[in-house]
């Protein structure tokens, strides 16, 4: 059994005294556990590496919060960057070209190619109501063309005839020639593939792509081949070209890390994973999922959470008695737009002031659209630190300045002005009530 990362970090900052913010020796230490961790999940060496890296540069003078040990924060913050290097969630196959969509499987034998290449076609079969056209082009294994028939027949998608002899390039061209004479949407091609990568493999591969021109290409890569899907993966990378990534035997006891080195090494998302051997043994990717398990246990979610938690409730905390006081910054603005991503809401910190219920419905209704909640945020980061602890420094250049900075409109600007004033004015009106609270006018 692999001992818990929080108890291996706790027990390294068991013995040092807390101290506002994570100093260096610390973080070097704790991610010298993380290391082994990653390593132990199965990550490629070079990816642990890269990571640690990027960790250490952002754990490092991270201030530590008085309710949480520095254990968790380093936790929360390799947890964060875990999910974030591992991608979000959402991305699908995509099928947004002229019908028919070529979809081309590639990796290695036994990876689960073929039974992947059925469970995504009926997927989008009944999910996005495709008609979906199989074929393998596999004409080195000898019963590989008739297990994906067999596949078909199964679910109801339709293959391609077999013809005895044909190349796989000639193959590729007949199915896609086939499915834009019967009105398919999707083709999907079943590669063959090798014990190893080698250069007839690629070369075949790389042919039957220049044929075809794929809108997709996924490599079917097991989960449980760890260190050796990098290589396989940087050769399909660098050699055919990729669009995304199906992870297969998600089910199996392996801990993920082959996700990450996947991730890293190909810079594509991993759009599907395999959970089993039946053909609706199909999930999305969660990166959180996949990061506790490569983190490698099960209090790692509850933890970090439940640090999550007593971080928000924390800067919660500070903001109400920033707001009592009568004080409304850009820098609090900003962390309201964080939160409000995070929580979907202004009810968070908002909610712990009383009279304030309808305010937040209408912030919420007004702003509860990420794409503006971010255009908001690179708002204010465009803005100097002085500007965002006084708002009234904001004259038309400084506007102008971070219009272009942020790649907004100055009218934005102005709207977000607005909007930092309007709460700075209820803040104030709180602030002289004290705790009375009671029914508060609604700005502007
Ligand atoms: P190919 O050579 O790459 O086409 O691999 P196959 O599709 O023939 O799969 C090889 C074996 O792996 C078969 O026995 C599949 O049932 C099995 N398999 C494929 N995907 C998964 C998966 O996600 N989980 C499990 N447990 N088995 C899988």
Redesign the pocket.
């Known amino acids: 059994m692999f001992d818990s990362l929080s108890d291996k970090l706790g027990g390294i900052f068991d013995k040092l005294k807390r101290s506002g913010a994570l100093k260096e020796a610390d973080v070097s230490a704790a991610l010298r556990e993380v290391r082994i961790a990653l390593l132990e999940a199965d990550v490629a060496l070079p990816v642990v590496k890269d990571f640690v890296e990027k960790v250490r540069e952002k754990a490092v003078g991270q201030e530590v919060l008085k309710s949480v040990t520095p254990g968790q924060m380093v936790i929360k913050i390799v947890n964060d960057n875990l999910v974030e290097m591992l991608g979000g969630e959402g991305k699908t196959i995509d099928l947004a070209a002229a019908a028919p969509v070529p979809i081309l499987m590639v990796?290695?034998?036994?990876?689960?190619?073929?039974?992947?290449?059925?469970?995504i076609a009926k997927r989008l079969q009944e999910k996005e109501k495709k008609k979906v056209l199989m074929a393998s082009l596999?004409v080195r294994?000898p019963a590989?063309m008739e297990?994906l028939q067999i596949l078909g027949e199964q679910t109801g998608v339709a293959t391609l005839p077999i013809i005895a002899g044909q190349m796989p390039v000639d193959i590729a061209k007949r199915a896609m020639t086939a499915a834009k004479l019967q009105g398919f949407d999707v083709v999907m091609l079943?590669t063959a593939?090798r014990l190893h990568v080698d250069q007839s493999l690629m070369a075949e591969v790389v042919a039957i792509r220049n044929a075809v021109n794929p809108h997709e290409t996924l490599l079917?890569a097991?989960?449980l081949t760890g260190q050796d899907a990098v290589n396989v993966a940087q050769q399909f990378s660098d050699q055919v070209g990729l669009t995304g990534v199906v992870?297969?035997?998600?089910?199996?006891d392996g801990r993920g890390g082959a996700a990450l080195s996947m991730r890293a090494v190909t810079g594509k998302p991993i759009k599907l994973?395999?959970?089993?051997?039946k053909i609706d043994?199909?999930e999305e990717f969660h990166p959180e999922r996949v990061a506790s398990r490569i983190l490698g246990m099960g209090d790692v979610v509850s933890l970090v959470e439940k640090a999550a938690e007593t971080i928000e409730a924390e800067e919660a905390e500070k903001m109400v008695r920033k707001m009592k006081k009568g004080q409304f910054d850009f820098d609090d603005l900003r962390s309201q737009l964080r939160q409000m991503k995070k929580l979907g809401g202004m009810s968070g910190v908002l909610g712990m002031l009383p009279g304030l219920g309808k305010m937040q419905k209408q912030m919420a209704s007004a702003n509860i659209d990420d794409k503006l909640l971010a255009r908001q945020e690179a708002i204010i980061n465009s803005m100097t630190p002085k500007e965002r602890a006084e708002p009234r420094l904001l004259n038309a250049s400084r506007k102008k300045r971070i219009a272009a900075g942020a790649g907004v409109s100055v009218q934005e600007i102005n709207k977000l002005v607005k909007m930092q004033k309007q709460m700075a004015t209820v803040m104030k009106k709180m602030g002289k009530m004290g705790k009375k609270g009671g029914g508060l006018p609604l700005p502007g």
């Open positions: 990796g290695l034998q036994g990876s689960g190619k073929t039974t992947s290449t059925a469970k596999d294994r590989a297990q079943d593939g079917v097991d989960a992870l297969t035997r998600m089910d199996g994973v395999g959970v089993g051997e043994d199909l």
